[in-house]
C-alpha cells in the first residue's frame, strides 16, 4: 500500500485559512486521495476525496498536486470545531474498502 | 439516517471473560469494518465485512472472533483478552466501492484487566 506523510502538528488562528499538506510520491495512478478528521472523543469523519481534479464540497478544498504526488487540505475559515486530527489516505484500487491510517496532522486552533 | 451506533460506550472485562461489541448502522450500506485505535495512535483495520461475507482479516488474533448477522449489524465476540487489547474499537460502514466514504461510529471504550 502506497504511504502518506504528513507533518505531526500544526497551528491556526481562528478564521484564518489553513493548508494542511500531505506527500505520498508513491502514489499509484488509480488511487484515490481520501482526507478524515478526527475530533476528540469521536471516531473519524469523512472530509473530502479525489481523484485527479481538485475538488470543494461544504467542509474544505482539496487540491491535488499535478503529479498526483501531493496534495493540500483546505480549511478556508478555521474554527475552534475544527481543532482535530486530520488524516490524509490512500485508497488501492479494488473493492477492499481498506482505509490505512498514517499518523496525521494534530491541528490546534487558537481563539 | 447517517448514524452508526456502538454499543456499549464502555466496557470493563476480565482476561476469562467473553463479551460482545455491536454496531449497527440502517444506511444500507453493504460493507462493514472493525477498527483498533489505541491512545494517540490512528485507527488499525481489524476486519472489513462486504455483503456480509468476511472479506478481509489483518491477521488479528482468534481471541477476536467478527460476526455479521444480517446487513445491518455487526458484532465483535471477545474472549480470552489481553490488557494490551485495551482500546478504542471503531465499526463503520460504507458502500463497497474504493471511493465510497466510510462512516465511523463513537466507539466502545475497552479496558481489560
Known amino acids: 500500500d502506497a504511504k502518506t506523510t504528513q507533518p505531526n502538528s500544526m497551528e491556526s488562528n481562528e478564521e484564518e485559512p489553513v493548508h494542511l499538506p500531505c506527500n505520498h510520491s508513491?502514489?499509484?495512478?488509480?488511487?484515490?486521495i481520501h482526507w478524515y478528521r478526527q475530533l476528540p472523543s469521536q471516531g473519524p469523519e469523512y472530509v473530502i476525496h479525489?481523484?485527479?481534479s481538485n475538488v470543494n464540497n461544504r467542509m474544505a478544498s482539496l487540491a491535488i498536486a499535478e503529479d498526483r504526488k501531493s496534495s493540500t487540505l483546505i480549511l478556508h475559515r478555521a474554527t475552534l470545531r475544527d481543532a482535530a486530527v486530520y488524516y490524509c489516505?490512500?485508497?488501492?484500487?479494488?473493492?477492499?474498502?481498506?482505509?490505512?491510517f498514517g499518523q496525521g496532522t494534530t491541528l490546534q486552533v487558537k481563539p | 439516517d447517517t448514524e452508526v451506533t456502538q454499543t456499549p460506550k464502555h466496557l470493563v472485562m476480565g482476561m476469562t471473560n467473553k463479551k460482545s461489541l455491536k454496531c449497527e448502522q440502517h444506511m444500507g450500506h453493504r460493507a462493514m469494518y472493525w477498527y483498533k485505535q489505541k491512545a494517540k495512535k490512528p485507527p488499525e483495520l481489524m476486519f472489513v465485512y462486504s455483503y456480509e461475507k468476511l472479506s478481509i482479516n489483518e491477521s488479528v488474533p482468534s481471541r477476536f472472533s467478527p460476526e455479521c448477522p444480517n446487513s445491518s449489524l455487526l458484532n465483535l465476540h471477545l474472549h480470552a483478552l489481553q490488557p494490551e487489547d485495551s482500546a478504542l474499537y471503531l465499526c463503520?460502514?460504507?458502500?463497497?466501492?474504493?471511493?465510497?466514504?466510510?462512516?465511523f461510529g463513537p466507539g466502545t471504550r475497552l479496558t481489560v484487566l
Open positions: 479525489g481523484l485527479t
Open positions: 489516505i490512500l485508497r488501492p484500487p479494488g473493492n477492499t474498502g481498506k482505509l490505512i
Open positions: 508513491t502514489i499509484s495512478g488509480t488511487d484515490y
Open positions: 463503520a460502514s460504507s458502500q463497497p466501492l474504493v471511493r465510497d466514504e466510510q462512516f
